[in-house]
């Protein structure tokens, strides 16, 4: 559950939602990605993480409530697409993922936006990309 006081003061961020699919195939860049961030002292939160969690809107309060949004739109699952258009709306901080054999089919209107992309075999290799965003955002955040 994301903290009831919402967004970290400005600088480093606090937590990160995932906005991810939740099947197989995502599950090793879950990990990576939580392991990775916890790892920097960011508090991660997914919208799955509570099964059978009753709110009102929880979309809208996690994502209204996270420093940063991380999403992966390699499957285009309408799910993720709608909570990163939401946090597009909102202003929020994103960084859009994609497995790279996947960048020709992603829809025209994300090909505007940074997209960080992967390869499935060497997740690893985001580690640098995202580090990098995540400093960048600290430093605009701080000014």
């Known amino acids: 559950m994301m903290p009831a006081n919402g967004p970290s003061p400005k600088g480093e961020p606090k937590s990160v939602l995932l906005l991810l699919p939740r099947n197989w195939r995502s599950e090793n860049l879950r990990h990576f990605l939580s392991d990775m961030l916890e790892q920097s002292g960011i508090r991660v939160h997914a919208l799955d993480e509570a099964p059978g969690a ?38 929020k901080p994103t960084i859009v993922l994609a497995e790279s054999t996947s960048m020709d089919s992603l829809p025209s209107h994300l090909c505007g936006n940074d997209i960080l992309t992967y390869d499935r075999g060497n997740i690893g290799s985001i580690e640098r990309p995202l580090a990098r965003f995540l400093q960048e955002h600290a430093e605009r955040a701080g000014r």
Request: aromatic share 2%.
């Open 54 to 91: 009753v709110r009102t809107n929880p979309p809208k309060d996690a994502i209204d409530q996270a420093d940063i949004v991380i999403a992966d739109v390699t499957d285009k699952n309408p799910n993720v697409m709608y909570e990163l258009g939401h946090a597009h709306c909102l202003g």
